[in-house]
């Protein structure tokens, strides 16, 4: 059984437990929902617990690299139907701005607080339905202000989405306002029309509806790859792809070409492992979706990375005993197009010039942590003739260690 499926739902936020870090070990330092939440309902003391304080504002979800929560009360799809209607102009208001605000033909989206919103969502529908406006109330004198805090990162991210896809900025709009003056704001920008039929508009948004849904779901190379992974069993070791971040792969895909090796610095973030790896594996058990995979290929153990399925969690980095694994801010393009897992390392089973030992180190980097050497780095510490070939050493050392490997658990 998936692990996904360890599902608990507490109204108003549904909570996969079993993706947070902090269930996972002791050693996770992520706490960034515990920053964020406004009602202060979030406890991360002995494992993640939302307690009923909570009101569903769904700020959490936007920071939390696993996608853990999701607001019950703000309603994804809802957002993208309304602006999917031509009768309606794509204006979301957070709640505390648009609270009694009424003009007959004229409907805009209420949600929590504008800390709700995430960029895939305002980039689905600005892409497929046109400008999206947000209107803003005053964030600082509100008691979910971390909400703007958060929406901040969102809209750069928008942003800069919005131009590595070559699209105008302009399809996303941000308008600061008072109770007062968002009257007035939609009078101006947004003037009565004539209203076309009941009947005619919902059929046919309807079909515009179903046709949307069918592109997205049928085209995609993601989709290809994923649906090319059969059986409940080969499924369940699959590494996962976190809904909101497999949105977001599918909107890379229709927008720019993912191949050649084009770098998206800073867009998406995945780890990179050190030559300083032993080669243990913790990581690789560990990690909440299953993006690292370890594999046995005669004396090698071989660390793989799914990018895909990377969220940059760090939770690997927080457990690693050696300090390996570090963030890396350069994902090619190349790497979100569904292809084959990366190669990070290739370990070598070998035994210690100096202590005998054996252990798995990096090709580049021999180094044996009971000795806290490098092998081949400075063979005169080693009390090794200097002048003997290391190649040669290397290879008489490996095939004595040969004789007597133990079988390996992986
Ligand atoms: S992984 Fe998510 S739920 Fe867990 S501590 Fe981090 S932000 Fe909070
Ligand atoms: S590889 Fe590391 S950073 Fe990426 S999802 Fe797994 S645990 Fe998190």
């Known amino acids: 059984m998936s692990g996904f499926s360890e599902k608990m739902e507490i109204l108003p936020l549904d909570v996969s437990f079993d993706l947070c870090v902090r269930n996972k070990s002791p050693k996770a330092s992520c706490e960034a929902c515990v920053h964020v939440c406004p009602q202060k309902a979030v406890s991360l003391a002995g494992g993640l617990e939302v307690t009923d304080r909570c009101d569903g504002c769904g700020i959490c979800a936007q920071v939390c690299p696993n996608e853990v929560f999701q607001s019950m009360i703000f309603n994804r799809n809802a957002l993208l139907t309304h602006c999917s209607s031509e009768h309606n102009k794509k204006v979301i208001v957070c709640s505390a701005l648009g609270n009694g605000v009424k003009r007959e033909g004229f409907r805009f989206f209420e949600v929590p607080c504008i800390g709700s919103l995430d960029e895939v969502l305002i980039l689905r529908a600005a892409l497929r339905y046109g400008k999206v406006s947000v209107l ?78 069918a592109l997205y779901a049928g085209t995609s190379l993601l989709s290809l ?132 030992g054996l252990f798995y180190g990096s090709e580049d980097s021999l180094y044996c942590q009971d000795c806290e050497k490098k092998i081949y780095a400075s063979p005169a510490k080693l009390h090794l003739n200097p002048s003997e070939e290391r190649g040669k050493i290397g290879y008489f050392e490996e095939k004595a260690a040969y004789k007597s490997l133990p079988t390996d658990p992986w």
């Open 136 to 213: 803003i109330g005053n964030c600082e004198g509100c008691e979910l202000r971390t909400g703007w805090q958060v929406f901040s990162v969102v809209e750069e991210k928008v942003k800069g989405y919005l131009s590595l896809f070559g699209l105008d900025e302009g399809m996303f709009v941000i308008k600061r306002l008072d109770h007062n003056s968002l009257t007035n704001f939609i009078e101006t920008e947004f003037p009565v029309e004539e209203n076309l039929p009941a009947l005619k508009q919902s059929r046919r948004d309807f079909f515009r509806m179903a046709g949307e849904k």
């Open 225 to 356: 790859y994923l649906d090319t992974k059969g059986g409940d069993d080969e499924e369940a070791m699959a590494p996962k792809i976190l809904p909101r971040r497999r949105e977001l792969i599918l909107l890379m895909q229709e927008n720019i070409p993912l191949s050649g090796h084009k770098v998206l610095k800073g867009i998406f973030d995945r780890i990179s492992i050190s030559s300083t790896c032993n080669g243990c594996g913790e990581c690789v058990n560990l990690c909440p979706t299953g993006a690292l995979d370890l594999k046995v290929f005669g004396n090698e153990r071989r660390i793989y990375l799914n990018t895909l399925s990377c969220t940059a969690c760090m939770l690997c980095s927080d457990i690693c005993s050696q300090g390996s694994i570090r963030l890396s801010k350069k994902v090619e393009v190349r790497e979100l197009s569904g292809q084959e897992p990366e190669l990070l390392i290739t370990l070598c089973y070998n035994t210690c010039l100096c202590c005998f």
